[in-house]
């Protein structure tokens, strides 16, 4: 059993930054792969990137690629991940999610999930 823990979001102006933080428990996080995924309103789930286990191996949505960057902290059993340049369709519940394996980009490909934390991205 893995328990994910997301924040760090809240409301920043078109083109601002935001870090969302992830912290694990209940595995050692250099064993899982973790993916972030955002869902707004009357959209489904998708995916934003996702970072391997222990090498930092990074994957990413078109839609962030070279805005949002994955980063972790094993000895913290953190996730971290940096949102720059923020438009407004980045606005959305952000997630953080388990898998056993890199380089899923679906959500039912991952077992674990946060509660989510809300950016909005106003201008």
């Known amino acids: 059993q893995v328990q994910l823990v997301e924040s760090g979001g809240g409301l920043v102006q078109v083109g601002g930054s935001l870090r969302l933080s992830c912290v694990t428990s209940?595995?050692?996080?250099?064993?899982?792969?973790m993916g972030w995924f955002r869902q707004a309103p009357g959209k489904e789930r998708e995916f934003v990137g996702t970072?391997?286990?222990?090498?930092?191996?990074?994957q990413f949505a078109d839609s962030v690629k070279g805005r949002f960057t994955i980063s972790r902290d094993n000895a913290k059993n953190t996730v971290y991940l940096q949102m720059n340049s923020l438009k407004p369709e980045d606005t959305a519940v952000y997630y953080c999610?388990?898998?056993?394996?890199?380089?899923?980009?679906?959500?039912?490909?991952?077992?674990?999930w946060g509660q989510g934390t809300q950016v909005t991205v106003f201008s």
């Open positions: 999610a388990a898998a056993g394996h890199y380089g899923y980009t679906r959500p039912d490909d991952y077992t674990y």
């Open positions: 209940g595995r050692t996080l250099s064993s899982i792969a």
């Open positions: 970072i391997h286990p222990s090498n930092g191996l990074t």
